[in-house]
């Protein structure tokens, strides 16, 4: 038991986990490029890829994780080390703020599993009364597809109107204009570019982030640690 508390709080084993998780990152640069399965590694969410594709090919990939699993712990423990190890107000503030930043890295990792096990990104070329199934089983109709024009048939302004739909009952309407997606349940959906002729066609980008909002908190956080941190640094050296 110590030997292992040993192990997880040592600053040796954050070096060899970074430099193995390197080692396989590289490892993969090169494996990437030339492999045909990673063509379609955004179509679903990374988790379910991988486990389609064969040991063979994602091996790096696995590594990375477990790795990174490894170093999420060694990362709690030693913290939690850190911050015991506190004297006063000042030198425990001191020692806080790195842990703050450790903390935002650990919010960005839950940010990418969250989003790499029940993400969604999906492209759709959709005209006018097209219903769109999304993954949950719920529909998105394309409505009315608005085009305004100049005299020299330039695109000038342009809406979308669309519907959410549940077992065929309109759950919701939103009009889709630039600037303003439409997000509902977890999805959003953006205008990435239309068509006025022949026929009205629009080009949508469909995807849902579940992890997005770690992310947010996991930004916020490293803002306040690396702030707290510098200002507390100042204040030191100006101590006599």
Not at 22 to 47: C, D, K, R, T, Y
Not at 58 to 65: A, L, P, R
Request: aromatic letters at 12%.
């Amino acid at each position: 038991m110590k030997q292992g508390i040993q192990f997880f709080t040592s600053l040796r084993t954050t070096i060899w986990l970074l430099g193995l998780q390197i080692s396989m990152l590289l490892a993969g640069a090169f494996i990437m490029p030339v492999n045909e399965a990673f063509q379609s590694i955004h179509a679903v969410p990374l988790i379910q890829w991988i486990r389609e594709q064969p040991v063979s090919v994602t091996w790096w990939m696995w590594g990375s994780i477990g790795l990174l699993t490894v170093l999420t712990a060694n990362t709690i423990f030693c913290s939690v080390q850190s911050v015991l190890k506190k004297r006063n107000v000042f030198q425990w503030l001191l020692i806080v703020s790195p842990q703050i930043i450790h903390l935002s890295f650990l919010f960005m990792l839950i940010a990418h599993f969250a989003s790499a096990t029940g993400g969604f990104e999906g492209v759709v070329v959709a005209r006018e009364g097209t219903a769109v199934v999304l993954p949950n089983n719920a529909s998105l109709q394309i409505k009315v597809i608005t085009i305004i024009t100049d005299s020299h048939g330039y695109m000038r302004d342009w809406a979308v109107d669309v519907g959410y739909l549940s077992k065929e009952n309109m759950i919701k309407e939103e009009r889709l204009m630039p600037n303003q997606p439409f997000f509902w349940e977890g999805f959003g959906v953006y205008v990435k570019d239309l068509q006025a002729f022949p026929e009205k066609v629009v080009f949508l980008e469909i995807s849902r982030e579940p992890g997005a909002v770690w992310a947010l908190i996991g930004g916020a956080t490293f803002m306040v640690g690396i702030v707290t941190l510098l200002l507390l640094k100042m204040k030191r050296e100006e101590q006599p």
